[in-house]
Structure formats: structure tokens, C-alpha cells
């Protein structure tokens, strides 16, 4: 038990020292939130929009610069956890195999992974929820932190398998920030009029888009589309062991130690001819 707990313990502090070394998100971190949520307050008009929200049946009239503000928020932490989660991956992936051919345990820094991308994705909705909550006041708090954290585990996860999967930096990044915009600028009603479409279910983010929604202007808990994204999780983070899988497999050409046979595919090598010793050329001379 206590070796497990050891290879788990150096394996996450290594991950996490690799988030810890990427400046350029923690700069997101502390900027984009606050600074992409205030936009979407202030620069959107306050007119109420009214829509239907399928997560509880409820016509709603929710004033537009809020929705957006929930939607800016979620964009946000999808966006950071995402290039958070595929950058450590890309970067790491090549110490990930040195690691795993040395025989460290796959599981061990799977879970590492897994753990660090709890504690971003912890992190950065607890702060989105706070800069939301600074402009106005969600009617369930707790539930609109809970639907940023189900986003940011679910693009996380799809981020480590961007960055598994993908053999060049800008591919990953371009798929990242291309599905976050697609997904959520769909499921805006204020910019998408089609945001009541049954398609929008079929989404990656749909579950914590209704649950926020519903954290911001109704009062009924939505425990069925929190698990609706929780499943999504569960979809991004199988494709991403098993993109890490492939990443960290022994690429090396193994070697066939048999002897070849009568049926081997080999052909057979003649023994190289003997040179004749110095001694037996002698004796031979002396001979004639």
C-alpha cells in the first residue's frame, strides 16, 4: 500500500510542478476569466431574453448580459482547463514514456493526471464563480460552481487526449478552442437561435450549460444534467487513457532471439570460411 501511495504522491507532484512552470496559463488564469466575463456583462444589452430551459421545463425572461456572462464564464474555464491539461500532456508526453518503459506504473500517472486535473479545474471555477458573483448574484451558487467544475473536467480531459493524439502544438490548441466556441456559442440563445434545437443535447458542454442556467435563474436542482456531464467526462476521459496508452508504449523493434529453423522465413547464413593459421601454412611448406 505504501508503495502505491509513494509512486502516486512523485507522480502527481511532478505533474503539477509542470502546471506550476506554465506561466502563460497561469496569466489566463488571473486575466481572461475576470476580464472575458466582464465583457460579456457590460458590453451586452441587459434586455431580458426570454427562453425555455429544458433542464427543468421553466419559460424563463433572464436578462441577456447574465446569460452571457454564464456563458463567457463557462468558455473560459473549458478554455483554460483544456489548453492547461494539453499542453502539460504535449510537453510531458516524451518523460511520460521514458517513465513507463522504465516500468513506473501506468495507473499511478494516469491517476497523477487525473488528480491535477481536478484540482485546475477546482480552482478555476471556484475563481469564474467569485468574478461572476462580483457583477451580480446567481440564485444557486453552489450549483453554478459545481456545472464550471463538471465543464472544466470534461475539456481537461479532452485536452489530454488532444494531447496525446496529436503530433503537432497548434493542431491541439485549434481543436481545443474551436469545440469550446462551437459548443457553447450554440447553446447561447442571444447568439444562436437555434438554442433550442434538440441537437444542442448532443453537445459536449449541453449538461453544464442547463445547469448553470438553471444555478443563475431558477431555484430547482438539476442533479440529472450534472451527471449528463459527468458522463461526457467519462467518454473525453477514456479517449485520452487510451490515447495515453499509445503514447507511452514501447516503440522499440524487438528482436527475435530463435534460431532459424527449417520453416523459418530466414534464410540460412553460411559460416564464414576459415583463414588458415600461420602454424599449418608452415608446416605445409616444410612438407613439400
Not at 496559463?25 to 465583457?39: E, G
Not at 425555455?52 to 424563463?60: I, N, P
Not at 467569485?130 to 453554478?144: D, E, F, H
Request: net charge positive.
Amino acid at each position: 500500500m505504501r508503495f502505491h501511495l509513494t509512486r502516486f504522491a512523485v507522480a502527481t507532484r511532478f505533474t503539477l510542478i509542470e502546471h506550476g512552470r506554465n506561466r502563460f496559463a497561469m496569466i489566463l488564469v488571473i486575466l481572461f476569466v475576470p476580464v472575458w466575463t466582464s465583457l460579456a456583462y457590460l458590453a451586452m444589452p441587459d434586455t431580458p431574453a426570454r427562453m425555455r430551459l429544458r433542464a427543468t421545463g421553466e419559460a424563463l425572461a433572464p436578462h441577456g448580459n447574465e446569460l452571457t456572462a454564464i456563458s463567457g464564464a463557462l468558455n473560459a474555464v473549458t478554455l483554460i482547463t483544456g489548453f492547461m491539461m494539453f499542453a502539460a500532456t504535449f510537453s510531458g508526453s516524451g518523460f511520460d514514456r521514458r517513465l513507463a518503459m522504465a516500468g513506473y506504473p501506468r495507473a499511478h500517472l494516469v491517476l497523477a493526471k487525473v488528480t491535477a486535473l481536478a484540482l485546475v479545474s477546482a480552482a478555476v471555477a471556484a475563481y469564474a464563480t467569485v468574478v461572476i458573483r462580483l457583477a451580480w448574484t446567481p440564485r444557486q451558487p453552489l450549483l453554478l460552481a459545481a456545472s464550471l467544475f463538471c465543464a472544466g473536467l470534461t475539456y481537461g480531459a479532452l485536452g489530454v487526449g488532444f494531447g496525446s493524439l496529436l503530433r503537432r502544438e497548434v493542431e491541439g490548441m485549434f481543436a481545443i478552442v474551436m469545440t469550446s466556441i462551437i459548443d457553447l456559442a450554440l447553446q447561447n440563445p442571444i447568439t444562436s437561435s437555434g438554442a433550442d434545437n434538440s441537437v444542442m443535447r448532443y453537445l459536449p458542454s449541453y449538461g453544464a450549460m442547463q445547469a448553470s442556467t438553471a444555478a443563475g435563474f431558477s431555484t430547482s436542482p438539476v442533479p440529472g444534467h450534472l451527471a449528463l456531464q459527468l458522463t461526457w467526462f467519462g467518454l473525453a476521459a477514456l479517449v485520452a487513457l487510451l490515447g495515453f496508452r499509445n503514447s507511452t508504449r514501447n516503440r522499440l523493434p524487438t528482436a527475435s532471439t530463435a534460431p532459424p529453423g527449417p520453416g523459418s522465413s530466414k534464410a540460412d547464413i553460411p559460416a564464414p570460411r576459415r583463414t588458415a593459421s600461420p602454424s599449418a601454412t608452415a608446416s605445409d611448406t616444410k612438407a613439400h
